[in-house]
């Protein structure tokens, strides 16, 4: 999937060429024979479990999760410790939830990764000719929105889709690891999600490509979801897959969530758009363009029908949400870009590097909600947001994602003694369920609402 763009390159789904140079996401130890060279320059991670273990051999699955570290070990790591954390954060819970009134599972809750969507007007050296956004900026103006860290540049989508179910940061995690559903999932003792507060039956994954894909189907099927909307492999095959340039339009995801929302249940819905999707190939006249000072002519190629996409998008979403607003049901949309598209020369960052990994995000309601300030957050962040924006109650675990979005996120640039402490509890109990004991297992207590 990777694609050259004149003398430089394009980032897609996790391998970064540039300049001559590979540089490869979740490389490993350069010293393990075979595997390491199989592994580090020839990524096929994200294609899925099956069809890694099929060109590789089930062996080399094996090997790379034995061989490859998931995340360091805290040194004040125990089951005391676990114990105490879990005691604290049960203290915690209570005291946020004295001010909560609702129960999240009360209303239908709708996620949508909207794939490689990120406002062009951030990158100073991109020229639109008029705004493709004008619907979600205006969006954004009256909810809970800003800029989300993504963790890739043009690629590592299901990254991000795996932090903002489960709230467990990948920056606490080895830089080993490149496919969260593949090298870490698979070995987790607990697996989280936002999702858990609903019925098996409720929930649904919608994405208008192939299931397989991060081995998607398998990890759905894990956090309990019983039916994925796919164009294949799914549970349930996709109805509507119009194209809107090279894949299936945002409009025909939306009506998919549409068609399978039903007012008398209480729902989630994990979205995973495939619009924007690389490569950015479009045949159409329009007023919405752009393009780039220094670009090469491949590069402005991309990004003039990156910008029709974004307005299509924008068009899509604007229809969606208000047919949303007309259903008689409380829902919430929690909206955001997994990743900037990868055709952007590196230049295009140095006046502002830590914007090659931040995209936009809002949280929009048929219903009003308070508007909370969060103007930079991790993706990790979502589930403790979604329950703050929505006034709904959380689970001690819930509690300390609560601490961390207030706290210790990305948007601090020095954390106080306490902050840190905020911050290794999060470390400690992401190390128990992806690396650790397990001790979280002996505690049900830590995911459920407190009463």
Avoid: C
Avoid at 235 to 262: C, F, M, R, W
Avoid at 355 to 360: E, F, K, L, R
Avoid at 403 to 425: C, G, M, P, Y
């Amino acid at each position: 999937d990777n694609v050259l763009v004149g003398a430089n390159a394009v980032v897609i789904e996790g391998v970064q060429v540039g300049n001559g140079s590979v540089v490869a996401a979740g490389a490993i130890a350069e010293n393990i024979p075979v595997l390491s060279r199989l592994n580090n320059y020839e990524n096929i991670e994200w294609m899925g479990q099956g069809t890694v273990a099929r060109e590789r051999s089930l062996t080399f699955v094996w090997l790379k999760q034995m061989t490859s570290k998931k995340m360091t070990k805290p040194k004040n790591y125990s089951r005391e410790q676990i114990d105490k954390i879990v005691d604290e954060y049960i203290k915690k819970a209570r005291e946020i939830n004295a001010s909560r009134e609702n129960s999240i599972s009360d209303q239908t809750v709708i996620y949508v990764l909207s794939e490689s969507f990120s406002d062009p007007s951030r990158i100073s050296n991109v020229n639109l000719t008029s705004d493709p956004i004008p619907v979600i900026r205006s969006i954004k103006d009256s909810t809970t929105s800003g800029l989300m860290k993504s963790d890739g540049y043009g690629g590592g989508t299901a990254n991000m889709e795996f932090e903002t179910l489960t709230g467990l940061p990948m920056y606490n995690l080895s830089t080993s690891v490149s496919t969260l559903y593949t090298d870490v999932v698979p070995q987790m003792t607990y697996f989280p999600s936002i999702s858990d507060s609903y019925a098996s039956k409720n929930k649904y994954a919608v994405h208008l490509g192939d299931a397989a894909t991060y081995s998607r189907k398998e990890v759905y099927r894990k956090l309990g979801f019983d039916t994925f909307i796919a164009e294949k492999n799914g549970t349930e095959a996709a109805k509507h897959l119009e194209h809107y340039g090279v894949y299936p339009s945002d409009a025909a995801t939306y009506q998919t969530v549409l068609d399978n929302i039903d007012t008398s249940k209480n729902q989630f819905f994990s979205v995973i758009t495939y619009q924007n999707h690389a490569p950015w190939n479009l045949d159409e006249d329009s007023e919405i363009g752009a393009s780039g000072e220094g670009f090469s002519p491949g590069e402005n190629y991309y990004v003039n029908n990156y910008a029709k996409l974004l307005y299509q998008t924008d068009q899509a979403t604007q229809n969606w949400l208000q047919q949303l607003s007309q259903i008689d049901k409380k829902i919430t949309v929690v909206f955001y870009g997994d990743h900037l598209p990868g055709f952007y020369p590196q230049e295009s960052f140095s006046d502002n590097p830590a914007g090659q990994y931040q995209t936009d995000y809002f949280i929009w309601s048929n219903y009003s909600t308070d508007v909370l300030s969060h103007p930079l957050v991790n993706s990790s962040d979502f589930p403790a947001e979604l329950l703050a924006v929505t006034n709904s109650k959380v689970s001690p675990y819930y509690a300390l994602l609560t601490e961390i979005l207030d706290n210790a996120s990305v948007d601090k640039d020095k954390l106080t003694d306490e902050q840190v402490k905020i911050a290794n509890d999060l470390k400690l109990v992401e190390y128990d369920m992806v690396s650790g004991k397990g001790y979280l297992k002996s505690h049900k207590v830590f995911f459920k609402v407190t009463k």
